[in-house]
């Protein structure tokens, strides 16, 4: 059982940035792929981007690429999504997401691939 949990979820406005990290504490964390994923009011959850096991690839949805971030440490068993130039659109619930890492992908997108899920962090962005 891995235990995903996020944080750094707040209220911000239009245009600020803001950081979210997601811990997800054991041995085995350098083995996951990890995932953010959202969902807003109303709206079904939706991909955000994804992280190989070991930091070498990432993937973005399109309509975030440019202002979106992943990242992980590793050593801190710890992901973070950056995210820049914010907009109202943006507010949601973030999840992160861990899911076992197999030989053939080096990410997932869907949330079926993903294992463990945190309960979310409350994104507010106004204008």
């Known amino acids: 059982q891995v235990h995903v949990r996020e944080s750094g979820g707040r209220l911000v406005q239009a245009g600020d940035s803001l950081r979210l990290s997601c811990v997800a504490p054991g041995r085995t964390f350098s083995s996951y792929i990890m995932g953010w994923f959202r969902q807003a009011p109303g709206k079904e959850r939706e991909f955000v981007a994804t992280?190989?096991?070991?930091?070498?690839?990432?993937y973005y949805a399109d309509s975030l690429k440019g202002r979106f971030t992943i990242s992980r440490d590793n050593a801190k068993y710890t992901v973070y999504l950056q995210m820049t130039s914010l907009k109202p659109e943006d507010t949601a619930v973030y999840y992160c997401a861990a899911g076992e890492s197999t030989p053939s992908a080096a990410f997932f997108v869907l949330e079926d691939d993903y294992d463990y899920w945190g309960p979310g962090t409350q994104v507010t962005v106004s204008s």
């Open positions: 992280i190989s096991w070991n930091g070498g690839s990432t």
